[in-house]
């Protein structure tokens, strides 16, 4: 099994432009959540889906969408990158009735 | 409001001695309690959890952590640190808000320096 991956692992963007980070598991996971993490303010949650077809705001969704059309795809989008968007961001997924998450290695994200 | 304070930014350590890294929580009722480590340019691995029962949680990597219901406290400890522990380490709560599923809240986190 591959767990959980992300793609992709580095991307520059200027500003106004925008793009899709695409995060994939197979391990079986209803859960999925997307956080950034920013030095100092640990993970903060973006968006999660506890389940295909449904999406929820998490603690700083502003900016962002997100879509989880299969069970297997969580992805996250940016329709205009802002320089405070800049940051590293990780995908977890996790099963039902717990809140154990598995991450994936992250995606470094600079925006100029 | 929730919140998980991890009160110190960075810890320095000499290998071989004993580790602690503070974790304090704030929530109505004992929530669902973490601690993961993320090692540099790596995603967050779960080093363990406590959801009830013993107070005293083993976990990987020869880690262990105590819940401590009054001081809202869930500290990890290790007796012996190895050069390879240096890393970020980062305490998180779950807990069930109204609205259903749950929540996770991660404190800053901890970096570990590790020095011969």
């Known amino acids: 099994n591959a767990g959980v991956t992300q793609t992709p692992k580095f991307r520059v963007l200027k500003t106004g432009q925008s793009m899709t980070l695409l995060c994939a598991q197979d391990?079986?996971?209803?859960?999925m959540y997307w956080y950034r993490q920013d030095p100092g303010m640990g993970l903060r949650l973006i968006h999660y889906s506890v389940g295909e077809g449904t999406t929820a705001k998490g603690e700083v969704p502003d900016g962002y969408n997100v879509s989880r059309l299969k069970k297997q795809n969580f992805l996250l989008g940016l329709e205009s990158a802002a320089p405070s968007q800049t940051s590293v961001y990780f995908c977890?997924?996790?099963?039902?009735?717990?809140?154990?998450?598995?991450f994936g290695p992250g995606t470094r994200l600079t925006v100029l | 409001a929730q919140s998980v304070t991890q009160p110190d930014i960075h810890i320095t350590v000499s290998e071989g001695a004993s580790l602690e890294l503070r974790c304090n929580y704030s929530?109505?009722?004992?929530?669902?309690l973490f601690w993961y480590v993320q090692s540099p340019g790596q995603g967050l691995q779960l080093l363990l959890k406590?959801?009830?029962?013993?107070?005293l949680v083993q976990g990987i990597k020869g880690f262990e952590a105590e819940f401590k219901r009054s001081q809202s406290s869930f500290n990890l400890r290790k007796p012996s640190v190895h050069w390879s522990d240096a890393a970020e380490y980062f305490c998180?709560?779950?807990?069930?808000?109204?609205?259903?599923?749950?929540?996770?809240?991660f404190g800053a986190g901890t970096r570990l320096f590790v020095k011969a």
């Open positions: 998180a709560v779950a807990f069930l808000p109204y609205t259903g599923g749950f929540k996770t809240i």
């Open positions: 391990m079986n996971h209803e859960y």
């Open positions: 929530y109505g009722a004992t929530p669902y």
């Open positions: 406590y959801f009830s029962g013993d107070t």
């Open positions: 977890a997924g996790g099963r039902r009735g717990t809140d154990t998450q598995y």
